[in-house]
């Protein structure tokens, strides 16, 4: 009986939480802080810029805060949603003609590409961090200037890609669950296939799944795109172990992979075409909602785990973090601090993270308090998913560089090209190295 009321919780205060009716968890901590108190302009009228949703508690309750912002300060807020793949081109065309959205929520390093084109956003995020008890470190990293304390983004949270695996059919191959180690993580692969179970992993240009799993790649091997100093470090023996991993994972896959976008590979899960990916909560969280019976034993069946070790002495891997910028361009830069503080307070984030089941997980401390997290144990893994020391041009510093190199996935293409067939390893570097040399100027 206690199961079947947790998930009916669970259910209901995702509910409310879109609706805006679920007030701010009692268990998130606050610290007594005075507001910036940031007024927005009189008449103010602000158009904000997002990836399209992946998760329906995500978009219904970000709409529900913003009306609620429009309510309260009288100011217009217009939200558009824009594919994933296509982010990246549109926040270019943004910064160079100075015209268009007044926020915008990018990915990552991408306010790093921008830095002279927008308005810091300090103030707010210092308030926020003492307020709510601080900033991950990954959320720092992305929100920060380099080595500096002048915020340029405002990090809203992070979408992690642990392993996302069918309980039952790992089982059949003889394993508990994900192993952390690389050998048996591949023998495990193999066996999924040879029982008609085939693993999958993106690498197509994918924002969010095809870095993720190029990234895993290099740091479970060691591997890094560049060194402390920013100088380009792909040629290496570690680059070509993982790349000879790839080759190896790749034959276990299913088909198609190469071309898969963000949305293939939770596709393929929920059709029952793939045994194990890499990905966020979505696949879990759109087979538990479903209203399809089947598709709820899929959620019932499934699980999350760190992808494996390997060389790394912590989970490799990052997280996609929704990163908010606002432009210079903007005619009302007072109104767009003041939404993006509202967004971030505890009464509109608490129920987003709460409809979402932690879709973009929390980049402040405080929230990894929010009862969503201990509302159902195959969250675990997404508590805390921007506490990490990894991140997008790792191990060098957070630049326009690391972010162009993300966008331009070279790192998913060095790849791309030997499992394809494309390239050899050797051939493959060499074009991966020049590309990032072109960006860091190496």
């Known amino acids: 009986m206690d199961a079947i009321t947790r998930r009916h919780a669970l259910v209901l205060g995702a509910g409310l939480a879109a609706s ?11 610290a007594d802080v005075p507001s910036p108190n940031i007024k927005p302009e009189q008449g103010a009228a602000i158009r904000v810029l997002r990836p399209a949703k992946f998760v329906d508690g995500d978009e219904t309750t970000f709409n529900a805060n913003t009306k609620k912002f429009g309510d309260q300060t009288g100011a217009q807020v217009r939200v558009d949603y824009l594919a994933w793949d296509n982010m990246a081109a549109q926040i270019a065309v943004v910064a160079n003609t100075g015209a268009g959205p007044d926020i915008v929520y990018g990915f990552g ?43 340029i983004g405002l990090p809203a949270g ?3 890609g642990p392993c996302n695996y069918r309980t039952t059919w790992v089982k059949e191959a003889g394993y508990d669950g994900i192993p952390n180690d690389l050998d048996k993580f591949l023998d495990l692969c193999r066996k999924l296939k040879a029982n008609g179970h085939p693993c999958g992993f993106a ?18 091997h060691g591997a890094k795109l560049v060194d402390e ?25 299913i088909p198609g992979t190469l071309a898969w976008n963000d949305a293939s590979n939770n596709q393929a899960f929920a059709a029952g075409s793939i045994s194990v990916t890499q990905n966020g909560v979505s696949i879990y969280y759109a087979n538990k909602t479903s209203k399809d019976p089947a598709q709820n034993a899929i959620a019932a069946d499934m699980n999350h785990a760190p992808m494996p070790f390997g060389a790394a002495k912590s989970v490799p891997a990052g997280a996609l973090t929704l990163n908010a910028m606002v432009f210079k361009h903007t005619k009302y830069p007072n109104a767009a601090k ?12 608490d129920p ?10 929390e980049p402040l401390k405080a929230y990894a308090n929010s009862a969503i ?28 560089a690391a972010g162009t190199v993300a966008n331009d996935f070279v790192l998913v293409d060095m790849f791309a090209r030997v499992v394809g067939g494309q390239s050899s390893p050797d051939d493959s570097i060499r074009q991966a190295v020049r590309a990032a040399q072109r960006y860091y100027r190496t």
């Open 203 to 220: 690498l197509g240009h994918a924002p969010g799944d095809a870095r993720g799993y190029a990234n895993w790649l290099l740091w479970s």
């Open 229 to 253: 100093d920013g100088k380009v470090a792909l040629d290496s023996k570690e680059t070509r172990a993982a790349i000879d991993y790839a080759k190896a994972l790749q034959e276990t896959m």
């Open 352 to 361: 987003w993270l709460t409809a979402s089941l932690g879709y973009w997980s």
């Open 373 to 400: 997290w201990d509302s159902d144990p195959k969250l675990a893994y997404f508590r805390t998913a921007l506490d990490t020391p990894f991140w997008d041009g790792y191990s060098g510093p957070v630049t326009p």
């Open 158 to 160: 992070g979408s992690p």
């Open 20 to 30: 805006g009716a679920l007030p701010a968890s009692a268990a998130i901590p606050a």
């Open 338 to 349: 003041a939404y993006l503080q509202f967004m971030m307070e505890a009464d509109q984030y």
């Open 109 to 151: 390093p991408d306010p790093h590409l921008y830095i002279d084109k927008l308005v810091e956003l300090t103030e707010v995020a210092d308030y926020l961090g003492k307020k709510y008890g601080g900033w991950f470190q990954s959320a720092e990293l992305f929100g920060r200037k380099w080595k500096t304390n002048t915020w």
